[in-house]
């Protein structure tokens, strides 16, 4: 990834999206596999984990990532913004649904995989939890740390698999290829993203620091299940498939 500056990127037209340097982050990984898809055109902007970035504070309003800014338009910071954004500026191929019925299921679906309370969140809680990790990222532990009990963000992440995993079920069931209706969607990038969180990809498809490739067995110690073999398998098929590899930040 060839990243600029955000004073650069302040100069430049069209769009320019802020990805946190070196690591996998979910989110970020999300946004750029959207994008990459589409063929849609981006330059990259600088975000440092951990760090102050008060560069990207003043311009867009936050210090994290992933954050776009297309042309004068107004900052997009969240998961949802970022796909809408993306659905305009190349409708195909097609992320969200049509179908009113088959759009509110996938957005039901991303919504536990990326909102707050969902899996993401949750799984970066327990990341968090540990003295070690606050420690090394203070800021991180500042911004994100929640009050609510560890033992409510493992069943969270226990339920929000074992949906996943119905779903993908029950869809395969009807010889359907991801989470929802007869095409893959948002849904199918979101998990391929967020797996990394539970149990990482191999190497050849995203490399990682150490540290961050050790977060899958912390986070996957809460399971009360093995991770389904159904879910990592859809997640490597649909990073061969969808995603620019290997999938660096």
């Known amino acids: 990834m060839d990243y600029i500056s955000v004073a650069q990127a302040r100069g430049l037209a069209g769009l320019r999206v802020a990805f946190t340097r070196g690591v996998p982050g979910p989110w970020g990984v999300s946004a750029m596999g959207i994008l990459d898809l589409k063929g849609i055109a981006y330059a990259a ?11 990207l504070q003043e311009w867009t309003g936050q210090s994290s990532a992933p954050v776009a800014m297309y042309e004068d338009e107004r900052p997009r910071s969240g998961w949802a913004e970022i796909l809408m954004l993306a659905e305009r500026l190349a409708p195909e191929p097609r992320l969200v649904p049509a179908d009113e019925d088959l759009r509110a299921e996938m957005f039901g679906l991303c919504h536990e995989i990326c909102a707050e309370d969902g899996l993401g969140w949750n799984l970066r809680l327990l990341m968090l939890a540990g003295k070690d990790s606050v420690k090394a990222l203070p800021r991180l532990g500042h911004k994100y740390g929640s009050a609510a009990p560890l033992e ?21 069931a009807l010889g359907r290829p991801g989470f929802v209706g007869e095409t893959l969607t ?7 993203a967020f797996s990394n969180l539970l149990d990482a ?4 498809l995203c490399p990682m620091p150490d540290f961050y490739r050790e977060m899958g067995a912390i986070t996957s110690a809460v399971l009360e299940e093995p991770l389904p073999q159904l879910l990592l398998d859809h997640r490597d098929a649909v990073a061969r498939s969808c995603f620019r590899l290997p999938i660096v930040q």
């Open 201 to 204: 990809m191999a190497p050849e």
């Open 45 to 55: 902007v600088a975000q440092e984990a951990g760090g102050a970035n008060a560069e």
């Open 186 to 192: 948002a849904a199918d990038i979101y998990w391929t």
């Open 152 to 172: 409510h963000a493992a069943r969270r992440v226990n339920a929000i698999v074992a949906l996943l995993a119905r779903r993908l079920a029950a869809q395969r």
